[in-house]
């Protein structure tokens, strides 16, 4: 499995869950993150714009945090493409990802996608406007990169509404999604998302699938054939 995400936290905030459940299924869990989150909160919650605000001092603590994360989920392979976070509001700084055309992003990541071959790719819904901009480009860049490749059986996409095709339990795995929010202790994540926060079942919409696995469905590989029992699933 390989999920594409924007920022350091949103593996643990939007997927930690599915990541969580499958790592201890024996999956192969590979995680791309496209930018260095430069523009999220300072220790202390000082903001972008703020004088005491240090987007290199964000993106390094936030890289530190990245990888205690990946520790407690179990990932296994991070893949950092080290653009510029580009806010949620205001002007776009120079170089940041959204500014980055989808092709040029997505053959970096379909270089990827080529090498770790996964069957399954997440990543978030690019058409939920009431997003971060970079959610919508990385999903963009993940949709246009699965379908260059073709690579993946199956490509989903987060959801929190009525439209999910793909509800997997994880409630087995909560705890584990709370210890790698708290590793991101800077960005106060478990005080601002307890409330709307899903533990015990992480939604998806099925995006792109080669197996035509029946609908709904409550395991992202169902459909997937395995040949052999030394195959590892990824």
């Known amino acids: 499995m390989l999920a594409v995400h924007a920022h350091p936290d949103d593996e643990s905030r939007s997927t930690g869950g599915i990541l969580a459940h499958y790592a201890r ?3 192969r869990i590979v ?3 496209c930018t260095g989150g430069e523009l999220g909160d300072m ?6 714009g703020d004088p005491n605000h240090h987007p290199q001092a964000v993106a390094s603590r936030r890289r530190a945090q990245l990888n205690a994360a990946c520790d407690v989920l179990g990932i296994t392979d991070l893949e950092l493409l080290g653009y510029h ?4 509001t205001g002007e776009v700084p120079p170089g940041a990802f959204c500014s980055i055309p989808v092709e040029t992003a997505a053959g970096r990541l379909s270089a990827l996608l080529e090498h770790f071959r996964p069957q399954v790719v997440v990543t978030h819904n690019h058409h939920n406007p009431h997003q971060h901009r970079d959610h919508v480009h990385a999903a963009r860049v993940a949709h246009h990169a699965v379908k260059e490749t073709g690579i993946p059986a199956k490509l989903y996409l987060e959801s929190h509404d009525s439209l999910a095709t793909t509800r997997i339990d994880t409630s087995h795995v909560a705890d584990l999604k709370r210890k790698a929010l708290h590793c991101y202790e800077s960005q106060s994540l478990i005080g601002k998302l ?3 926060q899903r533990f015990a079942t992480e939604s998806y919409i099925r995006a792109f699938d080669t197996t035509n696995a ?3 469905e409550t395991d992202l590989f169902a459909g997937i054939t395995h040949h052999g029992p030394d195959l590892p699933r990824w």
Do not use: H
Request: glycine fraction near 18%; proline fraction near 14%; charged fraction near 20%.
């Open 25 to 27: 299924q024996g999956v």
């Open 31 to 33: 995680l791309v993150t």
């Open 43 to 48: 220790p202390g919650g000082a903001k972008p």
């Open 85 to 88: 976070d580009s806010g949620e």
């Open 194 to 196: 307890t409330a709307q």
């Open 214 to 216: 029946r609908l709904p």
